[in-house]
């Protein structure tokens, strides 16, 4: 089959910018008929919509490709907390209470306490933030996130030269999330970065996507966003942020170490054991959706790479 | 209405038609009619709904032996060949889609699959082992190769066997579904197996003239 290695993006993908533009309208409507708003949150100034969430659009840190439909990214989703197939979370997300929300942290730092979501968010202006996404399983998708950099907000915290590694965990509630009570995983759902990974500039805390507040499905209210790593690293609903000394287990690594390691860079000369991560489907193109190739680190290599300069990548996959 | 027109016109046609339903949603879904959807990855969609579709049908197919001795409805049997025909059926397509729609004709990928990823050859060796029972399948084959026919059609166990392993080990963590279909194969099995014991057992008694009659089996 003929393929375009060297055009990763063609015309025909990149919405004309009237149209993506426009849907802020659409979303400006949306929250005016009811969908709820981070109102009491909104951080001052950065004012570039009319209603409802606040951010402004970062496009230094921004693809230049065309979004996925908000459908797409609101109905296929990898939760298992809410159920194993991709249908799953946005029939059975309906039970998490997002509000009120706290989130505990500890380990070595200096701050440490529990923290209303509130008291977590209010600081940080949001950014609008375009990224690739890649899933293990060998599809993707272009998001684009709202929310502002892990770094500012680790740094809050005063971790000390001890922390090494931060770890996050998920909340643990089979009441609101159904699919805990079955021991798919191990409960609760946990993954950690390296200190470096996590005060990356890439490395986003998402609180909303297409300009309104995170959906239940997509890890309300808080959720980590790594797009140079597969997406299992980038944790939602998180309750707890740790910072630690040793490398922190994270949930998927536990459950087959062979399949899926700790550091889950996206890269396409490492396959997992029963796939090829060569290529991978781009969501949201029909039937004749082309298989793309997969680019090292997910496209973001001149961004990240050189965090790993040295290391054996087929090692520490 | 006898038993070879209830067949004929009723039980089969229903069967038939039945047996289409699954590759008919699919088409609602591709076209958007009847409130279907194939959802935001129609080809993983269709795959697996190919696969699984296959899988159901191998599973009637051997329900059918049991159902016969223990519901005593002897002409049920006459479904069989539909039943294993179509699951043939969902399976070459399933196949057709992983290499057409999936892996886009990519030939050298592929080749790569079935020889390197494990799960793709057992469920690509399922096929291959459906295909002479396919061919076969006909009045004219049964009845030129006698006794040797159910020999051969005997290798639907390894074909449904490869099948669930196929799935068992193509889904990344949840196995309860692939679990479930092992244990309904292994009472299948199973059942064959009991039976066919028994009557060897049966059969050896009433050899060594033993003064107890046999087993009703």
Redesign the interface.
Same mark, same amino acid.
């Given at each position: 089959?003929a393929r375009t290695p060297s055009t990763r993006i063609l015309p025909s993908d990149i919405t004309p910018p009237e149209v993506f533009f426009n849907r802020r309208q659409a979303i400006a409507a949306a929250i005016a008929a009811g969908v709820v708003g981070l109102a009491h949150e909104e951080p001052a100034g950065a004012a570039s919509s009319g209603s409802g969430l606040k951010y402004t659009r970062n496009t230094r840190y921004s693809v230049n490709e065309a979004p996925?439909s908000y $459908?797409?990214i609101t /109905?296929?989703n990898n939760f298992?907390e809410f159920g /194993?197939d =991709?249908?799953d979370p946005v029939q059975n997300a309906g039970s998490l209470r997002t509000r009120p929300w706290s989130v505990v942290v500890d380990g070595e730092a200096e701050v440490t306490g529990t923290f209303t979501l509130e008291d977590i968010l209010k600081p940080h202006p949001l950014e609008e933030r375009i990224y690739r996404f890649r899933c293990v $399983?060998a599809?993707s998708m272009i998001v684009p996130w709202l929310g502002f950099p892990l770094g500012d907000l680790l740094k809050r915290f005063k971790p000390t030269s001890k922390a090494k590694y931060v770890q996050f965990t998920t909340l643990y509630d089979p009441k609101q999330m159904p699919g805990q009570r079955?021991p #798919?995983?191990d409960w609760p759902y946990v993954e950690g970065l390296r200190m470096d990974e996590a005060m990356h500039p890439l490395t986003l805390m998402v609180v909303g996507v297409y300009g309104k507040v995170l959906p239940n499905q997509n890890g309300a209210p808080l959720r980590l966003i790594v797009p140079w790593k597969y997406g299992f690293k980038s944790i939602k609903s998180i309750v707890k942020i740790s910072f630690v000394e040793r490398q922190p287990r994270n949930t998927w690594n536990v !459950? /087959?170490p062979h399949e899926y390691g700790f550091y889950a860079n996206v890269n396409p000369a490492v396959d997992h054991p +029963?796939?090829?991560q060569a290529k991978e +489907?781009r #969501? %949201?193109n %029909?039937?004749? !959706? =082309? +298989?793309i190739d997969t680019l090292p680190f997910n496209g973001y290599a001149d961004q990240v790479a050189s965090l790993y300069k040295g290391m054996d990548l087929r090692r520490y996959f | 209405m006898n038993v070879d027109k209830r067949y004929r016109y009723i039980y089969k046609p229903l069967v038939f038609i039945g047996c289409l339903t699954p590759i008919a949603w699919l088409f609602a879904g591709g076209f958007g009619v009847l409130g279907q959807s194939l959802g935001p990855d129609p080809i993983k969609f269709t795959l697996h709904t190919l696969g699984k579709t296959s899988l159901n049908l191998l599973i009637l197919t051997l329900l059918v032996t049991p159902v016969r001795h223990l519901a005593g409805w002897p002409h049920i049997v006459r479904i069989r060949r539909m039943l294993g025909l179509f699951a043939f059926f969902y399976a070459l397509l399933h196949f057709t889609v992983y290499l057409v729609l999936d892996q886009e004709l990519d030939y050298a990928s592929v080749l790569k699959d079935i020889a390197k990823r494990p799960y793709i050859t057992v469920g690509f060796t399922a096929l291959v082992i459906l295909i002479p029972l396919a061919v076969t399948s006909t009045n004219r084959m049964m009845r030129r190769l006698g006794r040797r026919w159910q020999t051969l059609h005997r290798l639907v166990y390894v074909a449904a066997i490869l099948s669930v392993w196929h799935y068992y080990w193509q889904v990344k963590r949840d196995v309860r579904e692939p679990l479930v279909y092992a244990a309904i194969l292994a009472v299948l099995l199973g059942y064959r197996y009991l039976r066919r014991a028994r009557s060897r057992r049966a059969v050896a008694t009433s050899r060594s003239g033993s003064a107890t009659a046999p087993e009703r089996i």
């Open positions: 089959m996925n $459908e797409d /109905t296929y298992y /194993t =991709k249908s $399983e599809w079955y #798919i995983l !459950a /087959t +029963r796939w090829s +489907r #969501i %949201g %029909g039937f004749f !959706a =082309k +298989r | -």
